[in-house]
């Protein structure tokens, strides 16, 4: 059975960085286009980012472009979100995503707090 489970959140200060990870099994990893949302308190889910099964091609979400970058070990079976100069419209719960035989799979989410 599918599973994602996000991992890295916490409370940062605006500038600062953080690298959230997402360990998935269950499917063949290494096949599928992983994505990053995340949503904010009030807010609709959004896409940041997603990374072709190589690797090789990334997209990312104006707001965050230059600031995020998304990769993936394909040997560990997880996928990264290293984020840089944050913001406090960072704020959000951010949640790894998997589109596996047309059913979508979500982790649990990791909290991602930007203050002062």
């Known amino acids: 059975q599918v599973q994602l489970v996000e991992s890295g959140g916490g409370l940062v200060q605006p500038g600062g960085s953080l690298r959230l990870s997402c360990a998935a099994s269950g499917f063949t990893f290494s096949s599928y286009v992983m994505r990053w949302y995340r949503q904010a308190p009030g807010k609709e889910r959004e896409l940041v980012a997603n990374i072709f099964s190589s690797g090789g091609k990334t997209n990312y979400a104006d707001s965050v472009k230059g600031r995020f970058t998304i990769s993936r070990d394909n040997a560990k079976n997880t996928v990264y979100l290293q984020m840089n100069s944050l913001k406090p419209e960072d704020t959000a719960v951010y949640y790894c995503?998997?589109?596996?035989?047309?059913?979508?799979?979500w982790g649990k989410g990791t909290l991602v707090t930007v203050s002062s």
């Open positions: 995503n998997v589109v596996y035989r047309g059913m979508d799979y």
